[in-house]
């Protein structure tokens, strides 16, 4: 039920605030959380959507919004329309000299009649790899697949995890 799901999001973080929005037309939009989480570490969490074929110059822009946030623990998610699976050599340049690492590894975009024509462009990019596990679930009619993540360091989040689902389930 609502009332299990709440609680598990109150336990695992908590007072979510909201440090930045961008919407640049025909290039990004961004929005960055910090997120006290329940261990009272603080987690940067940037999400984006960029639409397909923009400007050369969104990469640097992308970049240089980014940059601050990098300092610290980091997770850059959303729909970045490069296609990761071979990503254009700029991209990983940039990403590397953030420090940042897909974690999702798997296509998150099929097209049922052409299985060879998947792509991964709905990314998760930390600084901190180690820290997470994360996943691709497809369902979705849109053609977009779900991607998710967990901090492995809240210790209990799986077991809580569990119990939700099974309460909602």
């Not at 397909?52 to 970045?80: I, Q």
């Not at 000299?97 to 462009?121: F, G, V």
Request: charged residues 15%; neutral net charge.
């Amino acid at each position: 039920d609502g009332d299990s799901w709440l609680e598990f999001r109150r336990v695992l973080f908590r007072s979510p605030s909201v440090v930045s929005t961008k919407s640049v037309p025909k290039q990004l939009h961004l929005l960055v959380l910090h997120i006290k989480l329940s261990n009272n570490s603080l987690l940067t969490v940037a999400g984006c959507y960029q639409p397909s074929s923009p400007p050369a110059c969104t990469l640097n822009a992308l970049s240089s919004l980014l940059a601050p946030y990098t300092k610290s623990e980091f997770v850059l998610l959303g729909d970045l329309n490069w296609d990761m699976l071979k990503p254009p050599d700029q991209v990983l340049k940039q990403w590397d000299s953030l420090n940042l690492s897909q974690i999702i590894t798997n296509p998150t975009r099929y097209d049922s009649k052409h299985p060879e024509k998947a792509t991964l462009l709905d990314v998760i990019l930390t600084n901190n790899p180690d820290r997470y596990q994360s996943g691709v679930f497809c369902n979705d009619p849109s053609g977009h697949c779900f991607t998710a993540c967990a901090v492995m360091a809240i210790c209990c989040a799986a077991t809580m995890l569990h119990r939700c689902h099974a309460v909602l389930s």
